[in-house]
């Protein structure tokens, strides 16, 4: 599997700022959507970049130090639940990407963006099903997107031990379940996600 083809076909068509971008968080009851922009140094590879999907949590935690140190730039951003309940988490999802890519202290002129649709980008862009699988700048993308959102629940679960924010980080598992049934919501879950459980 060659982990650059997509960075360098936008190469061989002229681009030269080509950013992978991912997201964190759209399935979770609680806590806002992640998104992240990663451009790496041409035909860079960085050594144990996977899917952070596929990584354990310390090996994510240290990628997202040697991914930072390496990137040309790199931006992180979210939509807050607030803004995931007024428009819906599809539409969260696309604008935290449109922020992670005009953050870019390096401007883009390429985007691929992991998924089956496209943010509303001033740049040209391309979609990239499993995109996290295939090209290196996604699967950077990915590990900033998690390790930034994951981060942020280990924070909420200081303010509500309760939830258990820290063991799930906002996914509906059975605990987090049983806890908003016990304790109702707080102000981080997303009140739209919770419709089943509060019946």
């Known amino acids: ?3 650059l ?3 360098q076909e936008a190469i061989s068509k002229g681009y030269k700022h080509i950013c992978g971008v991912d997201e964190a968080g759209r399935g979770p009851l609680a ?3 992640c998104a992240a922009a990663v451009i790496l140094p041409e035909n860079t590879i960085i050594e144990g970049v996977n899917d952070s999907k596929k990584l354990s949590e310390k090996k994510r935690e240290a990628l997202f130090e040697v991914i930072k140190a390496n990137a040309v730039s790199y931006s992180i951003a979210y939509s807050s639940v607030e803004e995931i309940e007024s428009m819906n988490i599809l539409n969260a999802t696309m604008l935290a990407m449109k922020r992670a890519v005009e953050g870019l202290d390096v401007k883009a002129d390429y985007a691929m963006i ?12 391309e979609f990239i099903i499993k995109g996290d699988a295939k090209s290196v700048s996604i699967a950077c993308a990915s590990i900033l997107a998690k390790v930034s959102r994951d981060r942020l629940l280990y924070k909420y679960a200081e303010e509500y031990p309760e939830y258990g924010f820290d063991k799930h980080k906002g996914y509906g598992t059975k605990a987090h ?3 908003i049934k016990e304790y109702g919501p ?3 879950h997303r009140m739209s996600f919770l419709k089943k459980i509060l019946k």
Request: overall charge negative; aromatic content about 12%.
């Open 31 to 33: 806590g806002p959507v």
């Open 5 to 7: 083809e997509f960075e």
């Open 1 to 3: 599997m060659n982990w």
């Open 177 to 179: 379940t049983q806890a």
């Open 114 to 125: 992991d998924g089956n649709r496209l943010p509303d980008l001033a740049i040209d862009s």
């Open 186 to 188: 707080c102000p981080y």
